[in-house]
């Protein structure tokens, strides 16, 4: 019997190794706003971030996503990724 393998990411926040499942994914399309993709499908560049209020707090404050995708990310998109992950919880 074949164990299937568990998809494990680090996220970009506390840099723990977790299931896939378990995180969110951030993605930068090619064209448009970065954004959270809770159906883990859109096109782009993705990052991984844990599905806990301390690591989105963490995400804005140090601006992570700059880092991640080399690129200035305005702070209208880190308040946006923060709504989005809220309104869902």
Not at 40 to 47: F, H, P, V
Request: aromatic content about 8%; glycine content about 6%; some cysteine.
């Amino acid at each position: 019997m074949k164990v299937k393998k568990i998809p494990m990411r680090m996220c970009i926040a506390c840099h723990e190794m977790k299931p896939k499942k378990e995180m969110l994914r951030i993605v930068k399309p090619k064209e448009g706003d970065v954004f959270i993709d809770f159906s883990g499908k859109a096109a782009g560049r993705g990052a991984y971030i844990c599905d806990d209020p301390a690591c989105i707090g963490k995400l804005k404050k140090q601006r992570l996503l700059n880092k991640t995708f080399s690129e200035d990310i305005p702070l209208s998109v880190y308040d946006a990724i923060e709504e989005a992950f809220f309104a869902k919880k």
